[in-house]
C-alpha cells in the first residue's frame, strides 16, 4: 500500500503562483509514474501533469507553459509549481501514484479568484 499526502493548496488571485507537494508513505518502492489531476463537481478528473521515475513529464495542453511538475525519489515527493494562475484552473487537485496498484490522495482545493 502507498499513501499519498497533498499540501499547499489555498485562495490566489489571477496570475498568481502556488506550490503543491505531494509526499508518498509506505511500500514507495513500487511507484513508477506520479502525477497531478484537478476535478470540479459535476465533472471528471483531468490528467494535469506526470512524471515517471526516470523525469519524463507530460502536461495537459492548457496548462503547458505555466505548471511544472518535479519529483525528489530520494524524498518521495512530486510537486507542482503552478504559475500565471487563471480562474479556470480553480479545482481539487489530486495526486496519484501508480506502481503496484493506483493510490490516491485526498485532494486539496485551488480556488484562483479576485
Known amino acids: 500500500q502507498v499513501q499519498l499526502v497533498e499540501s499547499g493548496g489555498g485562495l490566489v488571485q489571477p496570475g498568481g503562483s502556488l506550490r503543491l507537494s505531494c509526499t508518498a508513505s509506505?511500500?514507495?518502492?513500487?511507484?513508477?509514474?506520479m502525477a497531478w489531476y484537478r476535478q470540479n463537481p459535476g465533472k471528471q478528473r483531468d490528467l494535469v501533469a506526470s512524471i515517471t521515475l526516470g523525469g519524463n513529464t507530460d502536461y495537459a495542453d492548457s496548462v503547458k507553459g505555466r505548471f511544472t511538475i518535479s519529483r525528489d525519489n530520494a524524498k518521495n515527493t512530486v510537486d507542482l509549481q503552478m504559475n500565471s494562475l487563471k480562474p479556470e484552473d480553480t479545482a481539487v487537485y489530486y495526486c496519484?501514484?501508480?506502481?503496484?496498484?493506483?493510490?490516491w490522495g485526498q485532494g486539496t482545493q485551488v480556488t484562483v479568484s479576485s
Open positions: 509506505g511500500n514507495t518502492f513500487r511507484i513508477v509514474t
Open positions: 496519484r501514484a501508480m506502481g503496484g496498484g493506483l493510490y
